[in-house]
């Protein structure tokens, strides 16, 4: 079955952190290009931060710059998004996407038109 899963969300403190990952299943995550996304409630989706293949460049948006980054484990088909100093306005259901077909992440990376999708994964933060 080709699909994306998260895992790792939860209840976390201010300013403490987290890890999501997004791991495949029917295909070779290594060879597409990976984006983050989040949905706060009541909130339009906002985008996070997006993994190039071309160059393994990764584009940070405002959300994430400073406090989250991202790797990829090819070994284990899996992507992490690493969240650090978290705040209450970081809470929203994280969601990743990838697509085969894209190679290089550009400032518009959040209307690309990605093929698969994960289910979304909750994180809350607050104390």
């Known amino acids: 079955q080709v699909q994306l899963v998260e895992s790792g969300g939860g209840l976390v403190q201010p300013g403490g952190s987290l890890r999501v990952s997004c791991a495949a299943s029917g295909f070779t995550l290594e060879h597409h290009l990976v984006a983050w996304f989040r949905r706060a409630p009541g909130k339009e989706r906002e985008a996070v931060l997006c993994m190039s293949t071309s160059d393994g460049s990764t584009y940070y948006s405002a959300p994430a710059k400073g406090r989250f980054t991202a790797a990829r484990d090819n070994a284990k088909n899996t992507v992490y998004l690493q969240m650090n100093n978290l705040k209450p306005e970081d809470t929203a259901d994280y969601y990743c996407?990838?697509?085969?077909?894209?190679?290089?992440?550009?400032?518009?990376?959040?209307?690309?038109?990605?093929?698969?999708w994960g289910q979304g994964i909750q994180v809350n933060v607050s104390s």
């Open positions: 996407a990838a697509d085969p077909g894209l190679r290089l992440c550009w400032s518009d990376y959040h209307f690309y038109d990605y093929e698969y």
